[in-house]
């Protein structure tokens, strides 16, 4: 295993990837004890747990902005990118090894500065998209929520820069870039993603502590600045960061069911070309559809209304391809596989309830309701969750050279997937009724208040599903049966190299051959 | 020509469209008939999808541990159809809907003529109105039955959102812009206003209420709150909760 010195000072890419998994899944505690500390105040009408709103406020802030900044993002492409990417192209390490290693340094360091919310007595309560002039005026501490953006923007960026160089350089002899990985792709596209837009959050951001606590006016409309361009640039960024969660965790299921259906990519070009570049090329015109309500121009929220729906069409390129790779296969279900057909069942009710978000006039209604809180849990938050577990159970016999309990990996499964289409199908259908989120009470709504006990009665299944889950994979690593190299009979690189992989993971630097790609399954 | 009356009818219908023009169409009527559409639209999309994957999961499912998936690669005229078409039918449903959104997107962002227009000032945590004849109301908006209501609207502090679920309406009010939104009360009763931007710590507590009038008690009220601004000390008297 290694001591602790070792683990900390290590530049092997594969410890570093666990290294953000540790971290990230830290974050996931505690972003998911927020979720449910959040549905127990709500159970009944007035205080339940806490008789301030602003403690309220702080959970969901702290639940919104963890649960992206450091979970999703960092697991996704922290651990997975820095996992996989150097063995699925057959590379030793990663290009920039020290580099690498800073950045999972500046990660935790992000992380430690977002769990201090909870430690000091201004815990910041401006929710994860900080809008002013709220989050210029409060007394709660919005430098902590820039200085906790910037880190965290700043170590995705030196992955950005690490991943791109190693992608281009860094491929064994013959893997050329139509043999890559899917997963690949996707991390790649989310990396451009990150490299264009990060800055941009990242003025934002330090433009409203400037108006905070330097008196600038950047958006303060009695000194000549204007609220609604901190909107603009947050959304400017924000709407493709769903992208930079969306492509890497559509990726890793596509891995899965590759495998698990041992079956070869339906349509690959399609799939790379039109969906992964597709989404890239939309990303950037269609944050408006978040300012619908907000008296924008009418020709630019038509003009997003009709971006945004395109955008069915990249989208629905992964998702055709995904369901064309069962076609013909041989398809088993173990724990990985069944969470990434729960991934396109979530997705897909996720997807399409995003439809009528995407037209302006519907939104005038629907926006900053539970409808919308419920279509995007659905489509990223819990979407991704199953795929970051389901990637996670994947991979786990690599990692760890063990093998984890498959019954406990079912059942823990079922459990959150029951609870999570209860949560968020209830929440989805109170919202088209009017209740509008971040509520910390519900006083004039009282019809909602059942609906409200079954979404928290559906919480706690979800928390426990995924507690089991966590248990399974700290027992199976401990104690689990030695797994094989290959336990899923996999044709992708990773699973060539023995189990675990050692450090430069190669004996000899694999060479590729002509008629092999990583999801080659029929023998003709 | 057999087709002689449906085309006839067809042309009736056209023409009774055109003289409807002057008719008020209510935006809450329009998103109701919208939303079920859309949901028509992305149910059918939603079974089909789910269908075809429930599907391939049984029939294609592993009977013997040893089996591999047969599929072969698609033809280079399959990849193109296989993009190309889906890409058509896509796109073909996103303008069906846009097309459909933007026209009752023009019922929302065109008020009628004949409406009555009603400033609104947000701020932390109140909705405060003033009626064209300066009488201010806090948290209660009365109007008449079967009357446009147009509000402009702005904000002392942070942002609100004016939120109006039975009417189906919403647009957010903040400092040093001015925003508007209209709705169509056209029976009395009462429909609860919630604030549906985070605009601080009693956000949640943020409500009020459009208290819809028939038409002459709404005068009468009206009349008579004018008369008291007039007779009183000359400040705005607030009215309502
Ligand atoms: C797994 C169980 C989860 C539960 C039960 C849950 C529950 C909730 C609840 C109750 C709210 C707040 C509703 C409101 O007051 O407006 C919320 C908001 C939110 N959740 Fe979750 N959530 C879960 C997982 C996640 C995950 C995995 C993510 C990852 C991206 C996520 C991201 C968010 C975000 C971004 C918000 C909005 C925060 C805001 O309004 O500023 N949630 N969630
Ligand atoms: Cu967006
Ligand atoms: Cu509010």
Redesign the pocket.
């Known amino acids: 295993m290694g001591t602790l010195k070792e683990w900390i000072f290590t530049t092997d890419h594969k410890r570093v990837g666990v290294l953000y998994l540790i971290g990230s899944l830290a974050a996931?505690a505690v972003?998911?004890i927020m979720?449910?500390l959040?549905?127990w105040e709500?159970t009944t009408i007035g205080p339940t747990l806490t008789a301030n709103p602003t403690t309220?406020n702080v959970w969901?802030?702290a639940?919104?902005?963890v649960?992206?900044l450091g979970?999703?993002i960092p697991a996704l492409t922290g651990f997975f990118a820095n996992y996989c990417i150097p063995l699925m192209i057959g590379a030793k390490d990663v290009a920039f090894p020290r580099l690498n290693a800073f950045s999972v340094w500046l990660f935790y360091v992000g992380i430690i500065l977002a769990i201090l919310t909870f430690f000091i007595p201004d815990s910041p309560d401006i929710?994860?998209?900080a809008y002013p002039p709220y989050s210029t005026i409060t007394s709660g501490n919005t430098a902590l929520y820039t200085f906790t953006v910037l880190i965290l923007g700043f170590a995705s960026i030196l992955g950005g820069v690490n991943f791109l160089t190693t992608v281009a350089y860094m491929r064994a002899p013959g893997m050329t870039w139509n043999k890559l990985n899917i997963f690949v792709w996707c991390t790649l596209a989310a990396f451009v993603l990150q490299l264009i837009f990060v800055p941009v959050l990242g003025t934002a951001v330090t433009l409203i502590s400037f108006d905070k606590y330097l008196g600038t006016g950047f958006f303060d409309p009695a000194k000549g600045g204007d609220v609604l361009i901190y909107q603009n640039l947050f959304w400017f960024y924000s709407h493709p960061a769903v992208y930079v969660?969306f492509l890497p965790f559509i990726g890793v299921v596509y891995e899965i069911v590759a495998t698990f259906a041992r079956n070869r990519v339906f349509n690959y070009k399609m799939v790379v070309y039109g969906g992964i570049f597709g989404i890239v090329g939309l990303s950037g015109v269609v944050w408006v559809h978040h300012l619908y309500v907000t008296g924008m121009a009418d020709w630019i929220r038509i003009g997003q209304m009709v971006t945004t729906l395109l955008i069915s069409v990249p989208v629905g390129f992964t998702v055709i391809g995904l369901v064309g790779t069962l076609y013909k296969g041989s398809i088993s279900f173990e724990t990985p596989m069944l969470y990434a057909l729960g991934v396109l069942f979530l997705f897909l009710i996720g997807g399409l309830t995003g439809i009528p978000l995407a037209i302006t006039s519907l939104t005038l209604h629907l926006s900053d309701t539970?409808y919308v809180?419920g279509h995007?849990?659905y489509v990223?938050?819990?979407a991704?969750?199953f795929s970051i577990f389901g990637g996670v159970y994947y991979w786990f016999p690599k990692i760890t050279g063990r093998m984890y309990s498959e019954a406990i990996g079912k059942l823990g499964f079922w459990i959150?997937f029951a609870?999570?289409n209860i949560?968020?199908w209830i929440?989805m259908d109170i919202g088209v009724k009017g209740m509008?989120?971040?509520?910390?009470d519900y006083a004039h709504f009282p019809q909602f208040e059942n609906a409200h006990q079954w979404?928290t009665g559906?919480?706690a299944l979800?928390?426990l599903g995924?507690a089991l889950a966590v248990l399974n994979w700290i027992v199976g690593a401990i104690r689990g049966a030695k797994a094989p190299d290959n336990p899923w009979g996999s044709q992708s690189l990773e699973w060539s190299t023995q189990t675990p992989p050692p450090p430069g993971n190669w004996k000899d630097v694999p060479t590729i051959r002509e008629e092999w790609d990583p999801y080659a399954y029929a023998r003709p | 020509m057999r087709n002689r009356p449906i085309v006839a009818a067809a042309f009736a219908a056209m023409a009774s469209a055109a003289h409807a023009a002057d008719v008020i169409r209510d935006p809450a009527a329009g998103w109701d008939y919208l939303w079920y559409e859309v949901l028509v639209d992305i149910s059918i999309l939603g079974i089909a999808f789910a269908l075809i994957t429930a599907f391939f999961v049984i029939r294609y499912r592993r009977r013997a541990e040893n089996e591999v998936g047969k599929a072969g690669r698609l033809t280079a005229a399959a990849a193109v159809g296989w993009t190309v078409i889906p890409m058509f039918v896509f796109m073909a449903d996103d303008f069906f809907l846009a097309a459909n959104g933007w026209q009752l997107w023009n019922t929302y962002r065109q008020p009628p003529a004949n409406r009555i227009e009603i400033k609104l000032e947000s701020g932390m945590y109140s909705w405060d109105y003033t009626y064209p004849n300066g009488v201010q109301t806090q948290n209660v908006l009365k109007v008449p039955a079967g009357k446009p209501v147009l509000l402009r609207m702005t904000s002392r502090d942070t942002i609100h959102s004016h939120f109006i679920p039975d009417f189906r309406v919403k647009e957010d009010s903040m400092p040093g812009r001015v925003t508007y939104l209209w709705f169509y009360p056209q029976k009395p009763g009462e429909h609860i206003v919630t604030c549906a931007e985070?605009c601080g710590i009693m956000h949640s507590y943020m409500i009020g209420k459009v208290v819809v009038v028939p038409e002459a008690e709404f005068t009468a009220w009206y009349e008579q709150e004018e008369r008291k601004l007039a007779g009183g000390a000359g400040q705005p008297k607030k009215a309502g909760a």
Not at chain 1, 436 to 440: A, G
């Open positions: 996931f972003a998911g979720a449910l959040m549905r709500l309220y969901l802030y639940h919104g902005a649960m992206i979970f999703q929710m994860w998209t969660i539970y809180v995007f849990h990223m938050a819990v991704g969750t959150t609870g999570t949560v968020f929440m509008p989120r971040r509520y910390y979404m559906g919480a979800i928390g995924f | 985070y």
